[in-house]
């Protein structure tokens, strides 16, 4: 019998220690230790008040082995910007500036700073791990809240009502060099990313799904799965946008019906079947109108 | 050299002087200029700078402080709504202990939208841990920029460079720009210790447990405290290297004045103008002009003001409720040390002239007076 080979598909370099303060199956501490170790160590990180500014540990602490600048709510984009400036008129050109923000800091009080950023296409990354809500100050709703979730300022009987902002196509209007959808349940598609975009010089911007367990109100030990989920049913479709150009990286010829998503998270309990149609078709639609755009990119 | 530059142009040439090596802002009238010739100056490469043109203050201040923990050099210049706008990145850098330097063009805040002059807009940042020096002249305003960087970067507290609007900021004077080898020699390159370096990584301004905060806030007290003398020195050493020396306060015929009189900004060129007129009338005034707010020069005010019989204090400003905020600021340092009477007037709000003859009323008012019959008089407006 002859012993089949395993390979790695991840780097072993780690630039994230264990004793951060994330919580059981926290979907943003699985998205870091991913995007670290594709950045590497010439790296330097920029946090807005978001859940990382607490997973990061308390002063003088620091769970990320780079450096790292907190900074105001609204300012990731601007921020990583001087960085990144300074950077370039000290001569270290080579090291990368990321700015590493949550949905809220990134779809709501951060858009204008990302807009800015996008527009003058500054060379910096631009992490937007999006758990749906502002988890961080107890699972309020944000712009990234999707349609029919349950949060503390949307209440069960009045769920949210709006479909989640498309970030996505926020950025994409900006026409950026690259930017990228990415999973935590697909890390080596995450991995990719990050090293391709590191090759491009310009705004580079990738959207994580992190799914967050309390928030959710989901078990810790599916956090993968969920991610997993999101993308099988075409709620959260994995692609990348190359100089306009729309390509799948995680295809899903067969996709799963979002019930199946839904059905593992507290925070969508409250829904009707008629509710979940909804969704469905919302989905669809929207993936629909993507798969237009992977289409004309195979052309 | 000497050249006729507006004061805007003014800031331009210090920060070039300055070597500053990331600048970032938002244009605001009246402001506009320091950063177009600046943008100019940075493009045609006479400035080895990166200047990133944000979308807002609020992003032009959190860039600086980006920049500025990363180690480089940096500057920004505002006004008014735009430094309101930077409020909570004020605190931020003075927190974060970063030694940015920012002019400020002093504009009444709206509403009703005004772009004229008064000190509203920057008194409003007084507790933000900033260091501000009001100038008086274009000349002061290129040299405060310089020395502004020097002490900044000793005591790790960022620094703010106020001008009146249009009266100092469109208005051209003779400035002595100084010598390009000579400022060199005054202000070394700025050598950060604790930087972004990936050889060395840190993490900046996490979240500090009450175990903690509090000795932070007292270092930063101790640094604006220990910023007093530092001033001083520079201001000395400057004197020295250029021939035109600068401290915490500006005084003018205090020496033997019965009645001392205290403005900022431009307005102090004007009382100065008139304490002559009044002088030749007999009457013993002085002037001395605030300088600095942030380290406060409780000694210097102290020590100007023992002899004088009587206080009069023009704001530009007002503390609604209260009176003007510089007359808050001396009356306190003069709490237990003197009694003299303290004369509070409020004048020239939202660019309203301050000319010789409303000086002369106020002193005139004043002679008649043994104590002020109030807490505040307000000059010049209509009933």
Redesign the interface.
Known sequence: MTKKKMTLTLPVEENMSPGHLACQGCGAGIAMRVTLKALG????L?FPACCW??I???????S?????????F??T??????????????G?KD?IVAGWAGDGGTFDIGL??L??AA??N?DVFYFCYDNEAYMNTGIQRSGATPYGAWTTTTPVNHFKKESKKSIDDIVSAHKVPYHATASVAYPEDLLKKILKAKEIRGFKFIHILAPCPPGWKSKPEHTVKLARLAVQTGIFPLYEVEAGVYKQTIKTPKRKPVIEYLKLQGRFRHLTSDDVKTIQEMVDERYAELEERFNKGKQ | MKKVIMGNHALSYGATLARVQVIAAYPITPQTQVVELLSEIVADKKLDAEFIKVESEHSAMAACIGASTAGARTFTATSSQGLALMHELLHWAAGARLPIVMANINRALAPPWSIWTDQNDSLSQRDTGWMQFYCQSNQEVIDTLIQAYKVSEQVLMPSMIILDAFSLSHTYEIVDIPDKDLVDEFLPPFNFKYKLDVNEPRAFSGLTTPDWYMEFRVKMHEAQRSAIDIIKKEGKLFGKMFGREYSTVDPYMTDDAEIIMITSGTAASTARYTVDLLRKKGIKVGNLRMRVLRPFPFDDVRNYLSKAQKVVIIDRNISFGYHGIWSQEVKSALYGYSDVPVFSFIAGLGGRDIFPSTIEGIINKVVKLDKPEKDLYWVEVRK
């Open positions: 160590k010439n790296a330097v920029t500014t607490i990061d540990g308390p002063f003088p602490y620091s990320v082995e780079v450096p790292l600048l907190h900074t105001a609204e300012t984009a601007a921020a990583a910007a001087g960085i990144k400036a300074a950077m370039n008129v000290l270290n090291t204008q700073a807009s800015g527009e003058r500054d």
